[in-house]
């Protein structure tokens, strides 16, 4: 029996969902956006029956219909307020990425998603990437031996008519900028893949060619990992003319590994000590070449969640996860604005504290 499923947000990111909720046969109930012609559109690209209903208003949207899961994929200021209100209602969740832009708020989904018992997922689909799945196995059966530093590159390109299309986007309030919004799937890779406690974060963010942004288009940071690895974090809309490339390198003492691609899909460089595989073999089985950034990981992430529920488990990316990832790039803004680095955990941080960083 398929799912009762709807979704909060009709945007850009909005068709990999929907397109993943079709692939895994949900019944979608309902969508809604503040913007009808959104709507519209949606329903007619996907061939929706009649019976899917309407609603520019979600709290009314969840009031009068009921829902096992739903995807929110309003502005990232908006995820928790949305988040929050579904919990409440006992609604399982896939929140679009960043889960939120506020540790506590974050925090409180945590803490109302274990009372009400219900699965919450933060879409870091990349994980799901046969590339990244393939590299995760290694990390696991503990291949690399010592891990001794990784990097994760976010070389891709935003100009007036990304943000033109959305005015939420590169605000402070909704959005943050380079890191929080492009980067923050490479940040939560590189972090999962290198122990995910960071002890020490130093960083520096710049707004260099997006004047009529209020965030960062260049974020470079320092990261200290709690088991004495390191990590390099590089990230910008800046690369001109397009996207050049979204790269994670891992390097051990028995091993290197480098997966890269248009959104880290492709294994390009792939060696191990213990030679227990065939490089080639490896990088022609488990490299992709999707048709754009967004890569095929929504449908798997979707079958996790799906069976998650069914199963009464925890998603193969939990909320913790997501809120690591916030964590990280908070850090960073952090430390850029201080001069200084970062001790980890942080308790409390919000994009809100930044607002004015780049005033002209």
């Avoid at 798997?300 to 488990?313: E, G, H, Q």
Wanted: charged share 30%; proline share 3%; with cysteine.
């Amino acid at each position: 029996m398929s799912l009762r499923y709807g979704i909060i947000g009709c945007g850009r990111i909005s068709s990999n969902h929907i397109a993943a909720a079709q692939a895994n046969e949900l019944e979608i109930v309902a969508i809604c956006d503040k913007e009808t012609t959104k709507m519209n559109d949606t329903i007619k690209q996907f061939n929706l029956s009649e019976g899917v209903k309407k609603y520019e208003n979600y709290r009314e949207m969840i009031q009068e219909e009921t829902f096992e899961l739903i995807a929110i994929c309003t502005e990232s200021g908006n995820h928790g307020e949305i988040a929050l209100t579904c919990i409440d209602q006992g609604i399982n969740l896939i929140i679009e990425k960043p889960i939120a832009l506020c540790l506590e708020e974050i925090d409180e989904i945590i803490r109302r998603a274990s009372i009400k018992k219900v699965k919450v997922c933060p879409c870091h689909q990349n994980r799901f990437n046969k590339a990244v799945q393939k590299i995760r196995e290694a990390v696991e059966e503990e291949r690399f031996g010592k891990l001794i530093h990784g990097t994760a590159h976010i070389r891709w390109y935003r100009g007036e008519d990304y943000y033109k299309q959305a005015p939420w986007r590169g605000t402070w309030d909704q959005d943050g900028g380079a890191l929080m919004n492009q980067c923050i799937h490479n940040i939560d890779l590189l972090r999962w893949m290198m122990g995910e406690e960071i002890k020490e974060v130093f960083g520096m963010i710049d707004n260099l060619i997006h004047d009529y942004i209020e965030a960062e288009d260049l974020g470079i940071a320092l990261i200290k990992f709690s088991n004495g690895s390191y990590g390099l974090i590089e990230g910008t809309t800046n690369v001109y003319p397009k996207n050049l490339e979204e790269t994670l390198y891992l390097f051990g003492e028995k091993a290197t590994v480098k997966v890269g691609g248009k959104s880290v899909n492709q294994i390009e460089e792939w060696h191990f000590e213990d030679q227990i595989d065939d490089p080639k073999a490896v990088k022609e089985e488990n490299s992709e070449s999707p048709p754009n950034i967004y890569g095929y990981g929504h449908t798997p992430l979707y079958s996790d969640v799906i069976d998650a529920i069914n199963n009464d488990r925890e998603p193969y990316v939990t909320a913790e996860d997501g809120r690591k990832a916030v964590e990280t790039v908070l850090a960073i803004y952090k430390s850029a604005l201080e001069g200084k680095s970062i001790k980890l955990p942080l308790d409390k941080c919000s994009t809100l504290e930044f607002k004015g960083r780049f005033k002209k």
